[in-house]
């Protein structure tokens, strides 16, 4: 498999507000199977190019192996970076730096989230266990040379994301 990339970047398949919707509730049940295996409560989807079938899902795993950066990792070694290009990752919290630039790298050409980095700050505080940084995705993608599509955070979606942080960041 090649991982050489075409300096094009196509347009994504537009996605209409009920597959965004179905891509995050989907999270939401990662993410709450991570929370049931002991984990923070975040999740992360692979759409395929067509915007609907789900090629990978990954639960949070600790404070370095967030659920986006293995995702995109796994990502990388299967699929070659055009392909990558046309796919969406779909994650119920915006991603932080790390996962933002991991996505940036694994060029993954979309990104849809729940909620912003500053509404989970709010949820957790000075939690120990999510030490938040004030810096959103889309600043990370805008320092790089390639046009990353952001989509998030989706309002319709918040009361669903938050409640599962609400009930899970006091009780750690």
Same mark, same amino acid.
């Given at each position: ?13 537009p996605?209409a ?7 995050l ?5 990662v993410?709450r199977?991570?929370m ?10 692979l ?21 986006? #950066?293995?995702?995109?990792?796994r990502?990388?070694?299967? $699929?070659?970076?055009? $392909? ?16 933002a630039?991991?996505? $940036? ?26 030490p ?10 805008? #320092? ?7 989509i ?21």
């Amino acid at each position: 498999m090649s991982t050489a990339m075409t300096l094009d970047f196509p347009a994504h398949v537009p996605l209409a507000t009920d597959q965004i919707l179905q891509a995050l509730r989907r999270c939401n049940e990662v993410a709450r199977q991570a929370m049931a295996e002991g984990h923070h409560p975040f999740g992360a989807l692979l759409l395929a190019p067509d915007g609907v079938t789900v090629l990978d899902t990954q639960g949070n795993v600790d404070t370095v192996n967030h659920a986006e #950066s293995v995702l995109v990792r796994r990502a990388a070694a299967q $699929y070659d970076a055009d $392909y990558l290009w046309a796919c969406t990752l779909v994650s119920n919290a915006e991603p932080c730096a790390m996962c933002a630039g991991t996505q $940036y790298w694994g060029n993954i050409g979309r990104l849809i989230y729940g909620i912003s980095e500053t509404r989970l700050l709010a949820l957790t505080g000075d939690h120990g266990e999510n030490p938040t940084m004030a810096l959103p995705c889309r600043t990370v993608f805008a #320092s790089g040379q390639k046009p990353v599509e952001v989509i998030g955070p989706v309002e319709a979606i918040e009361d669903e994301v938050v409640a599962m942080h609400r009930d899970f960041w006091p009780a750690r």
